[in-house]
């Protein structure tokens, strides 16, 4: 029945159904799986863990965490102590720290559910140093240093005074977090390292951890004992302006819900931002920026719009992009392609994570973290 979209080839290979919502998004787990395994191999003899916060980059921590367990990865990182309650449950001999540390009040919760807090500063250790006390032992942790971001850690001069303190707990990793890694020739990076190494001296035999996906990437290769990718197993480009080595992990598409041909001077969306420059077929698919597709992905001076795969044919989003809705301009698209209920491709083969994101002047960090809980989720491989 004429052209077939990307999404429709997968529903058919799944012998699913389709699905009765206007979105759909296909995770890959065996892309994210292929991400991991890559990421491990070019950390040499670091062992390789992976950063499943904020649901696992809008992946879904759950499905996220079972593929990358059922590769071998044995250590989460998490943002917060929910989210550490999740991981534990789906990786039960894991470990799992939560990147927070110790927020007040929290430390019994962190303890009952095996999560290692990275602290990063006194206050928490001692907070940490009392929940062991309470139940009798030493409770592990990290330690996080503060060698640039300047968000959270400890300031690596009080690197002395931390291992004299840290008395009270079991430190199992001594941590840092680069704030320029995705540029290579940025020489914070190499000071960041050296300022590491120098933290580290006063922790002989615990492990550390520096490097995030492009971490791994930096021609220092600074993986040390344990490096943390997130953003790279997920299929984002740990190496902007080279080429991705990572295989995409997500695919979007949406589905035509009512098409109309417009004149000249007819205007799409609110505001009537876009106005047609000649007669126009327009398509309106069922996704916005409720599910997650920025209201900057539509066109401004100096910017282009989002675009979708239409039968094979790039389509720009026209008018602004709305809540429930995006229009777009099918004109050249093939017909049978753009008709009510088709479906279209919004990231995929042809449409990268980063594109969107360069085409809704954000990061491909934000595109995925924020995809929306309306669409259909298919987990495949
Ligand atoms: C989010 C985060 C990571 C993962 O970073 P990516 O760029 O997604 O690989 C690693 N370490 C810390 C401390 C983080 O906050």
Partial sequence: MGIISPAERLLAAADLHEPVETGLLTVDLSAIAANWRKVAGLAGGAECGAVV?????????????RALAGVGCKTFFVANLLEGETARALAPDAAIYVLDGVVPGCAPRLAAADLRPCIGSFAELEEWAAAGATLGRKLAAALHFDTGMHRLGFPPRAAGEVA??????APTLVMSHFLSSQLPDDPVNARQIGDFLAVRAHFPGIAGSIANSSGVFLPQKPHFDLVRPGYALYGGNPTPGVANPMRAAARLSARIVSTRDLGPGDTVGYDGVWKAPRPSRVATIGAGYADGLPVSATAAPGKPAGEAVVGGVRCPFIGRVSMDYIVLDVTDAPKVAAERGQWVELLGETIDVEELALRARTIGYEVLTRLGRRYARRYVG
């Fill in 53 to 65: 916060k904020a649901d696992g980059y809008g992946l879904g921590q759950a499905a996220v965490m």
């Fill in 164 to 169: 004299a303190r840290a008395h009270g707990i």
